[in-house]
């Protein structure tokens, strides 16, 4: 039942990151039950309960904890509605609330020092056209590396990413991306069809491969902070919120379903203001 399940997010186009996630969580669970000769779908509540009891007197970190609940909430949310239970025994448990981390932005300078890479060097246009994308439409690296010239529209400043659980949306690209991207074209004379940033196989850079990438050019523009693709998103959302304070707005661009997880930002900013603050008020400065 849990390669059914698994198979089923494949064919919902679930990200291949959560497929891996979920395949980890339930092989414990399916390890656990085992152990206890228990079957893994006829699982009732308090079995349930125990094995994540279990799991958290291993001292897995809360994230990985609520992340394990989830996997369970979902492959029984399955089961019923294949008709496989009747109800599903993780509706009602509740995972530790893991510690709420702010995400690592760069400041505007620091963003733009880091998309003006020469274009000079071996790959100097690719790499500008890249971190350039980056900043400007705030997409995920798999959407990135997904991207497609048929999905750019250079004259209209726009580009449609496909997203999580297969779904696509348009965001703006500014003008220095377009030209960036333009100049890239030129080099490459690469038809619709073809990957924005190919591989040596023609196929899109994968994630890993930009990674790395970024977090070469990264030390070559003498940025300290440790920069990996999701620091430009996250720069681009912050800068975005701070100038418009359009929380809609970024939901939308992000491509999140839930406005919650765009919330997260509104703290960056608020954080911002307060060092403002700190920094400009007579009363607020200690001695």
């Known amino acids: 039942m849990v390669d059914a399940f698994l198979q089923s997010l494949v064919q919902r186009h679930a990200s291949l990151h959560t497929i891996d996630a979920y395949r980890r ?10 152990t206890h000769d228990y079957d893994v779908c006829a699982l009732d ?12 007197r291993r001292a897995l970190a809360a994230k990985s904890l609520q992340r394990r609940l989830s996997a369970c909430r979902s492959f029984y949310a399955w089961l019923v509605r294949n008709g496989h239970r009747a109800a599903n025994p993780a509706a ?47 997409a995920r690296v798999s959407e990135l590396c997904g991207l497609k010239w ?26 220095h991306a377009c030209a960036a991207l333009a100049a890239w074209r030129r080099e490459t004379d690469a038809t619709r069809d073809a990957f924005v940033f190919p591989g040596r196989n023609g196929r ?35 800068h975005i919120l701070e100038s418009s304070g359009d929380l809609r707005g970024v939901q939308e661009l992000l491509g999140h379903a839930d406005i919650a997880t ?18 400009a008020h007579p009363r607020a400065k200690r001695k």
């Open 25 to 34: 969580d339930l092989a414990s669970l399916s390890a656990w039950c085992a």
């Open 45 to 56: 509540s308090e079995q349930l309960r125990a094995f994540m009891a279990d799991e958290r």
């Open 92 to 138: 009602a448990l509740r995972a530790p609330k893991a510690p709420r981390r702010l995400p690592q932005v760069l400041d505007p300078d620091e963003a733009n020092a880091l998309v003006e890479v020469p274009t000079d060097a071996p790959l100097g246009v690719r790499d500008r056209a890249l971190l350039e994308t980056f900043y400007s439409s705030g």
């Open 150 to 175: 048929g999905d750019v529209q250079l004259a209209e400043g726009l580009v449609q990413v496909l997203g999580k659980g297969g779904k696509t949306r348009i965001v703006p690209l500014g003008s």
């Open 204 to 238: 899109g850079l994968t994630t890993r491969a930009v990674q790395l990438r970024v977090k070469l050019l990264a030390q070559r523009q003498g940025l300290a902070k440790d920069v990996h693709p999701h620091v430009l998103r996250h720069s681009f959302a912050s």
């Open 262 to 279: 765009t919330q997260i930002y509104t703290h960056l900013d608020y954080q911002h203001l307060a060092k403002v603050y700190d920094a």
